[in-house]
């Protein structure tokens, strides 16, 4: 969060304090992530301070990973999604509206940058819209405007719009905003929802679905498909249902299309038609009782040869990584179990929030990746003794930071066996790292020598 500017530097202090603090403890609670009661009691009133707001504390991060795509090398892929943030309890919360029709809560629409190359990561966010509604109002009354203005957004702080690709699940598959892209040269990968009618070259009018179908095949690969479950709602659980880990038999299609407009278009000056490529993924023999895996990806990609069908595909697997992301700002820093009284106090939580779950997520990526990153670059020099201390009794030297957090994955109680360590453990190791240089540090300041 460096070059925060909330218009006063007191108040840009106090923020950056506060990060240190949350970051340090991201699953506790307010109170005992704050330490003492003067500085929660300085926590609240910055929350609802009205010289504080959430575009203003998340534009330096903004900016930042503005800066991190543009110098990144080759594609980066910007995932876009919107999450809904509920909170249980009765206590009503100011400006806070309805989610689900029972649950107090707002959404997020949220576009998070990730390197396009094998390491897959995650540069930051490029922005994230908050809104509330009411009762049953339709979610997707002003939906395309929110996704136009991400991609927009997005492709503004790249500066070359050619060097992102926009991946979205199938909340994405918005004539209007397809229209907007392909209009704009942007480019991007859908889920396709919608069953649209369809011109193929030769062969005139039929269904999205039937002519991905109907398609010859271009090969077929064995890959791993992860586990999916835990804490959700009906809803969703309807629409992805739970599922065991296994090994899936997947044949994959490819074919050019150009997309109708629908009957009844949201407005009248959109295109009658857009021509647009198709990736279907299909898998064949999927275990008794479990949903088979079925995307049909709308594209602006090129899908001439195996290689760039594969690159479409494994541009889409990406959009897992939000997924992921969402996860290590609930779970990992706790959001939905925030008791704050307000929409405001809320939101501001919230631009914290988004940051601490980046770094998190930031962790796990390093962790796994190859790329030799110096271990000063994510730990102070007092943090790495302290670390060489607690890890091996004595003062070691750190060369790599992927060195650095298998020590840390240590310290949270990772088990080898169980493959690379996962952004929980991590988490859970950082904080007793932080615990145990905190008191070095007041060893120190107590003048006490210790044996370096």
């Given at each position: 969060m460096a070059g925060l500017d909330l218009g006063d530097r007191r108040r840009d202090r106090r923020a950056l304090e506060i990060a240190d603090r949350l970051a340090a403890a991201p699953e506790a609670s307010l109170p005992v992530a704050m330490h003492d009661d003067a500085m929660r009691e300085a926590l609240y009133r910055h929350l609802g301070s009205e010289g504080v707001n959430f575009d203003a504390l998340l534009q330096s991060?903004?900016?930042?990973?503005?800066a991190r795509v543009?110098?990144?090398?080759?594609?980066v892929y910007a995932l876009h999604d919107t999450t809904a943030c509920t909170f249980d309890g009765e206590a009503?919360?100011?400006?806070v509206g309805v989610v689900n029709g029972e649950k107090q809560g707002f959404f997020a629409h949220t576009t998070l940058a990730v390197s396009a190359d094998d390491q897959r990561t995650p540069l930051g966010i490029l922005g994230c819209e908050l809104w509330?509604?009411?009762?049953?109002r339709d979610l997707e009354e002003c939906e395309s405007a929110r996704w136009s203005r991400g991609v927009n957004r997005a492709c503004d702080?790249?500066?070359?719009?050619?060097?992102?690709?926009?991946?979205?699940d199938r909340e994405g598959d918005i004539y209007e905003l397809l229209a907007a892209m392909v209009a704009n040269s942007q480019r991007f990968i859908v889920r396709a929802k919608q069953d649209r009618v369809v011109e193929i070259e030769g062969e005139g009018r039929t269904r999205l679905f039937d002519a991905a179908r109907e398609t010859r095949l271009s090969y077929s690969l064995e890959v791993p498909v992860s586990e999916r479950g835990g804490k959700r709602s009906g809803a969703l659980r309807r629409v992805h249902p739970d599922r065991a880990a296994r090994?899936?038999?997947?044949?994959?299609?490819?074919?050019?299309?150009?997309?109708?407009?629908?009957?009844?278009?949201?407005?009248?000056?959109?295109?009658?038609?857009?021509?647009?490529?198709?990736v279907h993924v299909f898998e064949v023999g999927s275990p008794t009782g479990e949903?088979?895996?079925?995307?049909l990806l709308l594209t602006t990609e090129p899908i001439a040869t195996r290689e760039q069908i594969a690159a479409v595909i494994e541009g889409y697997r990406t959009r897992w990584t939000i997924e992921e992301y969402f996860k290590a700002l609930k779970t990992g820093c706790a959001f939905e179990k925030r008791q704050l009284e307000s929409f405001r106090t809320l939101s501001n939580l919230l631009a914290y929030s988004l940051v601490?779950?980046?770094?998190?997520?930031?962790?796990?990526?390093?962790?796994?990746?190859?790329i030799p990153v110096p271990a000063d670059a994510l730990a102070s020099k007092d943090e790495l003794l302290c670390l060489s201390l607690m890890t091996t009794g004595k003062p070691t030297t750190f060369k790599t930071a992927r060195e650095v957090l298998a020590a840390i994955a240590k310290l949270g109680a990772h088990i080898k066996n169980n493959g690379d360590p996962g952004w929980r453990v991590l988490s859970r190791g950082w904080k007793r790292l932080l615990d145990f240089e905190a008191a070095y540090q007041a060893m120190k300041g107590a003048g006490l020598v210790i044996n370096r």
């Amino acid at each position: 969060m460096a070059g925060l500017d909330l218009g006063d530097r007191r108040r840009d202090r106090r923020a950056l304090e506060i990060a240190d603090r949350l970051a340090a403890a991201p699953e506790a609670s307010l109170p005992v992530a704050m330490h003492d009661d003067a500085m929660r009691e300085a926590l609240y009133r910055h929350l609802g301070s009205e010289g504080v707001n959430f575009d203003a504390l998340l534009q330096s991060h903004v900016t930042r990973t503005g800066a991190r795509v543009r110098a990144a090398d080759g594609l980066v892929y910007a995932l876009h999604d919107t999450t809904a943030c509920t909170f249980d309890g009765e206590a009503e919360r100011a400006g806070v509206g309805v989610v689900n029709g029972e649950k107090q809560g707002f959404f997020a629409h949220t576009t998070l940058a990730v390197s396009a190359d094998d390491q897959r990561t995650p540069l930051g966010i490029l922005g994230c819209e908050l809104w509330t509604r009411e009762g049953a109002r339709d979610l997707e009354e002003c939906e395309s405007a929110r996704w136009s203005r991400g991609v927009n957004r997005a492709c503004d702080l790249a500066g070359d719009r050619s060097k992102l690709v926009h991946v979205a699940d199938r909340e994405g598959d918005i004539y209007e905003l397809l229209a907007a892209m392909v209009a704009n040269s942007q480019r991007f990968i859908v889920r396709a929802k919608q069953d649209r009618v369809v011109e193929i070259e030769g062969e005139g009018r039929t269904r999205l679905f039937d002519a991905a179908r109907e398609t010859r095949l271009s090969y077929s690969l064995e890959v791993p498909v992860s586990e999916r479950g835990g804490k959700r709602s009906g809803a969703l659980r309807r629409v992805h249902p739970d599922r065991a880990a296994r090994i899936a038999s997947l044949t994959f299609a490819a074919l050019s299309v150009t997309l109708r407009r629908p009957r009844k278009p949201p407005r009248p000056d959109l295109p009658a038609e857009l021509p647009i490529n198709v990736v279907h993924v299909f898998e064949v023999g999927s275990p008794t009782g479990e949903q088979r895996i079925e995307w049909l990806l709308l594209t602006t990609e090129p899908i001439a040869t195996r290689e760039q069908i594969a690159a479409v595909i494994e541009g889409y697997r990406t959009r897992w990584t939000i997924e992921e992301y969402f996860k290590a700002l609930k779970t990992g820093c706790a959001f939905e179990k925030r008791q704050l009284e307000s929409f405001r106090t809320l939101s501001n939580l919230l631009a914290y929030s988004l940051v601490v779950a980046y770094a998190i997520l930031l962790l796990r990526s390093i962790s796994r990746s190859n790329i030799p990153v110096p271990a000063d670059a994510l730990a102070s020099k007092d943090e790495l003794l302290c670390l060489s201390l607690m890890t091996t009794g004595k003062p070691t030297t750190f060369k790599t930071a992927r060195e650095v957090l298998a020590a840390i994955a240590k310290l949270g109680a990772h088990i080898k066996n169980n493959g690379d360590p996962g952004w929980r453990v991590l988490s859970r190791g950082w904080k007793r790292l932080l615990d145990f240089e905190a008191a070095y540090q007041a060893m120190k300041g107590a003048g006490l020598v210790i044996n370096r």
